[in-house]
């Protein structure tokens, strides 16, 4: 069964460093969002994305984050100076147009040290 | 704009026991809704989710929900909990896409 793929599972970073949290959604979709999940606390919408741009982003989604389809086949979630509280899961989902449900990816845990 | 409550932060249920995680929406047209479940550390797995049709959907894990559109509801239940059921679940609704979560009920199952 086709899944959406993120890597890494897991990065730890300096404060202050870039991160690029890496997606492969599923071939065939053509909307792609990401979401975030602080510990303990739920999961939070960031930023929908659909015909290499973005099409809605929530207030968390400030000029420090950004995304990228550089290919095909990968979508990035970009932060460029890292804080502390960018600690988080890190969820990348895809959807098929015209399909309203999203599959998501396993996460990429960040730890920004 | 769309919201789902899930009222109860933690339920303690002895194993063996009948389990019902509430969860009610706030959506202006037929919703989309979901159940994930998440262990500790682990990414999102669907359970279940309603489009259309019978109200109510049969998922995995021998988990169901009942959609009622009168009480705004999506409640999940399980006749029988396994010690393995133990992790957080939440409730979600979907609108042109993007997903909007609960807070989430963490489970905890006694032996």
């Known amino acids: 069964e086709p899944e959406v793929t993120q890597t890494p599972s897991h990065q730890v970073t300096q404060m202050g460093q870039e991160v690029i949290l890496r997606c492969v959604p599923i071939s065939n979709h053509l909307y792609f969002y990401w979401y975030r999940q602080i510990l303990g606390q739920k999961v939070e919408f960031l930023v929908s994305f659909y015909n290499n741009e973005i099409s809605e982003k929530s207030e968390i989604f400030d000029d420090q984050f950004s995304v990228e389809r550089p290919d095909g086949s990968n979508f990035t979630l970009k932060i460029r100076s890292t804080k502390l509280e960018d600690s988080a899961m890190y969820f990348c989902?895809?959807?098929?147009?015209?399909?309203?449900?999203?599959?998501f990816g396993q996460g990429t845990r960040l730890t920004v040290v | 704009a769309q919201s789902v409550t899930q009222p109860d932060i933690h339920i303690t249920v002895s194993e063996g026991a009948s389990l019902e995680l509430r969860c009610n929406y706030s959506y202006g047209a037929t919703p989309y809704l979901f159940w994930y479940v998440q262990s500790p550390g682990q990414g999102l797995q669907l359970l279940l989710k309603?489009?259309?049709?019978?109200?109510l959907v049969q998922g995995i894990k021998g988990f169901e929900a009942e959609f009622k559109r009168s009480q705004s509801s999506f409640n999940l239940r399980k006749p029988s909990v396994h010690w393995s059921d133990a992790a957080e679940y939440f409730c979600?609704?979907?609108?042109?896409?993007?997903?909007?979560f609960g807070d989430g009920t963490t489970l905890t199952v006694k032996p």
């Open positions: 979600a609704v979907i609108n042109a896409g993007k997903s909007t």
């Open positions: 989902a895809s959807r098929l147009y015209g399909n309203t449900e999203a599959f």
């Open positions: 309603y489009f259309s049709g019978d109200t």
